[in-house]
C-alpha cells in the first residue's frame, strides 16, 4: 500500500512531518512540490561543515533536493537498525548492517577507528571521535589519498626528496593534515629536473675563447652590454656633430644637484650620466673616467677578455663587438635554459633527488598509499554515516520542512544568533555577505530589516540582517548600537548600517497618527517660533540701523497716526466671530455627546478612536499577514519553494520585548520625573465647557 504521509499546519502551507523512520524510507517517492526548500547553500548556515561537504557530491557549493535524497538511502542502506537515524546520538557498532559487503567494510573501519583512538572496547562512535582525521589517519601510516609525507619515508634519501619538494613550495595536504606530495607533483618534479641536467649537459660541448672564464665574462657582458652600448652610441653622435659633445656628457646642473648630496653607488642615482666622458674618437678607457657604478665591473671584463683584446687600456666598439660574437654561443646556450623551479637547486642535491633508486622508491611509496584507497574511503564512509546520524534529521527539519524554525524547541540553522538592541531581543538573524545587494530581494519579505555591522576587539567582523517582528520602531536608527551574540555565545558589538522599513506591529499602527499629529503640531509650532524668531531679529536690526541713521541726521518728528475707531471694531468682530463658531462647534459636539444614553457615550468614544487609528491598523493588518520569510532566505541563496509566512502571533515569539520578571515588585514613584498639570486642566476644560452647555440650553438660567 501507499505511503500514508502525515502533514501539518504551520507558516500557512502545509509541512510533512518526518519523525518516523517509514517516513525516511519513503523520502524518495515525496513530491519536490511538497518541499519547503529546493536548496541551500553550503556555506553561512550554523551546521556542521564536514557533513554538507559529504552532501554537496557534486562540489558546486550547494545541496539539493538528489542529493538529500541519496544521502537518506545510502544511510538507511548500511544500517540493520535505521531508527538510530531519529536519535541524533552516538552511532552504535551494532546498527550498522553487517549482512551487506558495504556494512562490513564500514563495520570493519569503525573497529580500526576505535583501535587508532585507544577505544578498542568502545561500543558506539560519536562525531567528536572523528573530529581530527589526524588521529584516525597519522601521517606515518598509509591512508589512500595518494599523498606521501616525510613521515612514510623508509630512507634518508626518500626523506630527503620529499623534504626538498616541501621547502619548493610542491605539496598537497594529506588525510592527516601534514603536508606531502603526490604522483602527479612528483613527476612534474622529475620531468624539470632532468630537462634542466640535460640541458646543463649541453652546455658542456660549448667552447669560447674565454675558456674557464666564459660564464664570468657573460654575466659581466650582461650587465654592461646597455650601458657600453648607450657610450659608443653618444661617441657616434659626437662624431657626427661635435656640438652634440656637451650635451651627450653630464651638465653643470646635472653634478650641481648631485654636489647638494651624500653620494654613495649605492644610494645615488647617476644611471642617466654616460658610462665615461663622451669624445669623437670612440675610445673607452678600461680602468680610468669610468662610471663609478661600472667601473670595477668594467675592470674584471678587461681582466677576463685579456686573452682576446690583449693587455689594452682602451676598447673601441669593434674590440666589444668581438667580445660579444665570442660570448654569443654561450649566451644562445643561457637563453634555452629552462624555467622551473629545480632549476634552483644545487647540483649535488638535484642529482640526489633524480636518483632512479630514490625516485623508484617514492613511486612504489605512492602505489602503495593508493592501494589503501578503498579501505581508507571506508573509514571516512564511516565519519559521514556519523555525523549523518547526528545532523541528518536536523537538516531534514530544515529543508523538507522549516519544523525546526516553527517549533522554535531550537534555532533554525539559518539562524546565526540573537541580537540585542532598544530593549528588545530578535532571534531572526541570519548572515549577510552583501548588505545593499541583500536588501534589493530581503526587503520583498514585508519585514522591518536591520543590517548590522559586528566587529570584535581582535578585529574579527562579519555582517548580519535581523528582522524585528513584534514592538515598535521606537528608537532605532542607523547608527544605533547594540550586542549580538553568536550560536556559540560570542558577543560582537553590534551596529546599525541600513534599515529597511516595514510595519512591525497592530500596537505601532495604533499610536502612528496620533504621532503624526503630535510630529505635525510641533513642527508647525517650531516654524512659527523660528519665523517670528526671525522677524523679531530683523525688526531689531532695522530698528538698529535706524535709531543710527537718526542720530547721524535727526529729522522732524512725524506725528502718530489717528487711531482707527473702525478697524480696530472690525478685527474684534472678527475675533469674536471666530470664537463664536469655534464654540458653537463644540457645543454642538458635546450637546450631542451628553444627549446620548450612558452605554452609547464609550461606543462613540470608541467609534472616533476607530475612525482616527483604524486605516492604519487595518493597512498594518494587511501588510502583517503578509509578511514572508522565503525572500529573505532567497538573499541568502536558498531556494524556498513555498510561501513561509510570519503571523502576528509567531513573530512576539522571534522578537521579545522587554518586561519585568514574575513577583518582582515595583515603584511607581519618581523623584524626577517632571510633574504635569494636564488633569488640572483637562478638569477645567469640561467644567468651561458645561457651563457654557448649560448656558446654551437655558439649564443654568433655569437653577439660579
Known sequence: MAHQWRFFRSGGFDQVRLDKIEDWQQLSS????????LSCPVKGLEFDSRTMAYLDSDNDGRVRIDEIKAAVSWALSVLQKPEVLLSGQALPLGAICSQSEAGQKLLASAKRILQNLGKTDATELTVDDTADLSLIFPADQLNGDGIITAELANSDALKQLINTLLELGIQSTD???????????????VADGQAFTAWQQSGTDITTTLGAATDEAWQLHSSLHAKVTD??????????DANATVALNGTAEDYAALSRQLLSQASSDTNHLPLAAVSADGKLALHKGVHPHWAEALARLAELAGALWGEVKHINSKDWQQLTDALQPYADWQALQPVSQAATLAPELLAACLDAQVLAAANDLISQDLAQQAEAESVLDVDKLIRYQASL???????????????????????NGRLYIDGRSCDLCLNVNDAGKHAKLAGLSGMYLLYIDCVRSNGEKKSIVAAMTAGDAGNLMVG??????D????????????IVSNPISIREAFFTPYQRIGRMISDQIQKFAAAKDKEIEAQSAAGVGDAAKVAAAPAPAKPPAPFDVAKFAGIFAAIGLA??????ALAAVVTGFLGLVWWQMPLALLGIVLFISGPSMLLAWFKLRARNLAPLLDANGWAVNTNAKLSIK????????ASLPTGASRSLTDPFEEKSNSGLWLILIVIVVATWVFWRQGLLAAWL
Open 393 to 415: 534529521r536536523d537538516l531534514l527539519r530544515n529543508f523538507v520542512s522549516f519544523e525546526s524554525f516553527y517549533s522554535l524547541e531550537k534555532p533554525a540553522i539559518f539562524q
Open 650 to 657: 509567531f513573530g512576539t515569539r522571534l522578537t521579545a520585548l
Open 480 to 485: 544605533r548600537n547594540g550586542v549580538f551574540y
Open 487 to 498: 550560536r556559540a555565545g560570542v558577543d560582537w558589538d553590534a551596529t546599525v548600517i541600513q
Open 579 to 584: 470664537i463664536g463658531a469655534i464654540g458653537t
Open 30 to 37: 515525496l513530491d519536490p512540490k511538497l518541499w519547503a526548500a
Open 175 to 189: 588525510r592527516s593534515g601534514a603536508p606531502g606530495i603526490n604522483q602527479e607533483q612528483l613527476d612534474l618534479f
Open 231 to 240: 657610450y659608443f652610441t653618444r661617441c657616434q653622435l659626437a662624431a657626427y
